[in-house]
């Protein structure tokens, strides 16, 4: 079975955020957007470059709704060690969370055999709790933040007009199509 338009699975884990240890279920993703944003660990070299990127937008994220959890299999006690440490990680404003059994990562499929790590992979789920968009990349490959956020408004924009699709590059405020049999051949 593929993961898009899949249900998030149950998960129970413990987060840093906002200097705090906080226990978060699948029951705090439910009723609005959600970014699941796994890296493989921290104290690394192309991760905070990530989480950094991520957090650079997370205001505006939060403005359209959507809350964001880094996931990595590192303790929550480890993200607050790297949080506390680091000038680019000690920017994040979202969750941190530890899923140091794997069991979140695992549920979406991107542990990596063998390794305990998770893969750099990019989940988006909307209110209903179902996956909407997926990225994964290569070890050496980082993810842009600003194509998540054109994404994510993509992702919402088809949720408020059924009926609609955006295209390929698609930004906010473009046209959108609405599939027919008078379009097809015609693009």
């Not at 993961?3 to 279920?25: C, M, R, W, Y």
């Not at 303790?75 to 990680?89: M, Q, V």
């Not at 990349?137 to 194509?147: K, M």
């Amino acid at each position: 079975m593929g993961i898009i338009n899949s249900e998030l699975k149950p998960f129970n884990a413990t987060a840093f955020k906002h200097g705090e240890f906080v226990e978060i279920s699948e029951a705090d993703v439910k009723g609005k957007w959600s970014v699941f944003f796994f890296y493989p660990a921290d104290f690394t070299f192309v991760c905070p470059t990530e989480l950094g990127d991520v957090a650079d937008k997370y205001e505006e994220l939060q403005k359209m709704g959507v809350e964001v959890f880094s996931v990595s299999t590192d303790t929550h006690f480890t993200h607050k060690a790297w949080h506390d440490s680091s000038e680019t990680i000690g920017k994040i404003q979202y969750y941190m969370v530890g899923d140091q059994n794997g069991s979140i990562t695992n549920n979406f499929g991107v542990m990596r055999e063998g390794q305990g790590l998770a893969d750099r992979a990019t989940f988006l789920i909307d209110p209903d709790g179902i996956i909407q968009a997926v990225e994964i990349t290569a070890e050496g490959v980082g993810r842009d933040a600003s194509e998540l956020m054109r994404r994510v408004k993509a992702a919402q924009y088809v949720r408020k007009h059924p009926g609609e699709v955006c295209p390929a590059k698609w930004k906010e405020g473009e046209e959108t199509l609405s599939p027919s049999l008078d379009l097809v051949g015609k693009i």
